[in-house]
């Protein structure tokens, strides 16, 4: 579906040696700026330039319900998605907050949220909803295999449309109401745990609400007989709208080399599948922040993800993200900033 080669494979080893030569002979220690360097070899490599840069930084919050959120997963009725939508396109969220701060271009996706959004003339606002949110998987699949993949090409277009205008860093955030549940259901099938090692407090629930979503999810994950060999019928059975464009989303963006950040544990949940489906797609990723959320950490470590932050945040939208964005800009400004040794005349430690 998404052709993504690893991005060594694309240069020569001469030129990945250059890049780690470059980071080395800087006025430091070798190691010395931590994740940093890493972040800077990536997006050099990413580039194929020694002199990386970011050129229209975005972030793009994809928005749907969950039919789950009948069950009783949430602090909040169903409604809030729909409100914090407006909430976004009237610059009023912490994703507003932080784009504005960093001058991130921000966009919001409607891709399967209960409220019609037909009048909004927005231009950060792109109206593509699949069906105004997904079944009760607890009933029934969450999605049809058509309304799944339909979501996967509408993700991988939108990411396509910025590409096309010359953004070359993107971010991905979400917002829907049950949401926690639909991506720990998404982490359980496709790690072999139960519902209890996957869910989360979410939006801030107690801890008999987190039983009732455990036990959603091992309810579909039995149904369904879910597990890792087919990520596409676990995104069907479980996952939501705004997950499954995400999917589509990062595969689109990693396929035409773009540095893909990663936020929170629903981020992290589509990040996961589209690890499943194509085995290069990590190379091309950078995961900001390692949420609140119980499962995250087992996530992120099943990934081999070394997060940029864990400073306590697990509130979606792509907030981390834009949070962790300057500390990307500092990676490539020490690299393409910082004197060497030799420039510097300083001795170096051979």
Same mark, same amino acid.
């Given at each position: 579906m998404f052709d993504i080669i690893s991005p060594v494979d694309k240069v020569t080893s001469a030129f990945i040696s250059s890049i780690q030569d470059k980071i080395d002979m800087k006025t430091k220690p070798q190691g010395s700026l931590g994740l940093l360097e890493t972040v800077a070899f990536k997006v050099a490599l990413l580039q194929?330039?020694?002199? !990386? #840069?970011?050129? #229209?930084?975005?972030?793009?919050?994809?928005?749907?319900? *969950?039919?789950?959120?009948?069950?009783?997963?949430?602090?909040? !009725?169903?409604?809030? =998605?729909? @409100?914090?939508?407006?909430?976004?396109?009237?610059?009023?969220?912490?994703? $507003?907050?932080?784009?504005?701060? *960093?001058?991130? /271009?921000?966009?919001?996706?409607?891709?399967?949220?209960?409220?019609?959004?037909?009048?909004?003339? $927005?231009? $950060?606002?792109?109206?593509?909803?699949?069906?105004?949110?997904?079944?009760?998987?607890? /009933?029934?699949?969450?999605?049809?295999? /058509?309304q799944c993949i339909a979501a996967i090409n509408k993700g991988a277009e939108v990411v396509k449309a910025q590409f096309d205008q010359g953004c070359n860093v993107i971010g991905f955030g979400e917002m829907g109401i049950a949401n926690t549940t639909?991506?720990?259901?998404?982490?359980?099938?496709?790690?072999?745990? =139960?519902? @209890?090692?996957?869910?989360?407090?979410?939006?801030?629930?107690?801890?008999?609400?987190?039983?009732? #979503?455990? #036990?959603?999810?091992? =309810?579909?994950?039995?149904? &369904?007989?879910?597990?890792?060999?087919?990520?596409?019928?676990?995104?069907?059975?479980?996952?939501?709208?705004?997950?499954?464009?995400?999917?589509?989303?990062?595969?689109?963006?990693?396929?035409?080399?773009?540095?893909?950040?990663?936020?929170?544990?629903?981020?992290?949940?589509?990040?996961?599948?589209?690890?499943?489906?194509?085995?290069?797609?990590? *190379? &091309? =990723?950078?995961f900001c922040h390692q949420s609140e959320e119980q499962a995250h950490k087992r996530l992120l470590a099943k990934m081999e993800a070394k997060p940029l932050l864990s400073i306590g945040m697990r509130l979606g939208e792509g907030s981390g993200v834009t949070v962790a964005y300057p500390l990307l800009v500092s990676a490539l400004t020490f690299l393409n900033e910082m004197a060497s040794f030799a420039d510097a005349g300083v001795s170096d430690s051979h």
């Open positions: 194929q330039s020694l002199m !990386p #840069k970011f050129v #229209k930084p975005c972030v793009i919050v994809f928005a749907a319900d *969950h039919g789950v959120a009948d069950q009783g997963v949430s602090l909040f !009725p169903q409604v809030v =998605t729909e @409100q914090m939508v407006l909430n976004f396109l009237n610059n009023g969220a912490a994703i $507003n907050c932080f784009s504005n701060q *960093h001058n991130i /271009e921000l966009k919001i996706v409607n891709a399967g949220v209960k409220a019609n959004f037909d009048n909004i003339t $927005n231009a $950060n606002f792109i109206n593509l909803p699949i069906a105004a949110g997904t079944h009760n998987f607890v /009933e029934q699949a969450a999605m049809s295999k /058509e639909s991506a720990a259901a998404i982490m359980s099938a496709l790690l072999g745990l =139960t519902g @209890q090692e996957s869910a989360g407090k979410g939006s801030g629930v107690d801890d008999a609400t987190v039983l009732i #979503k455990a #036990k959603a999810i091992d =309810t579909a994950i039995a149904k &369904y007989k879910l597990d890792a060999s087919d990520p596409l019928i676990v995104l069907q059975s479980v996952g939501g709208f705004e997950i499954a464009m995400m999917v589509g989303g990062m595969l689109k963006a990693a396929e035409l080399s773009m540095l893909v950040l990663i936020d929170g544990f629903i981020a992290s949940s589509a990040a996961l599948v589209a690890s499943e489906m194509n085995e290069n797609f990590l *190379h &091309y =990723t950078q």
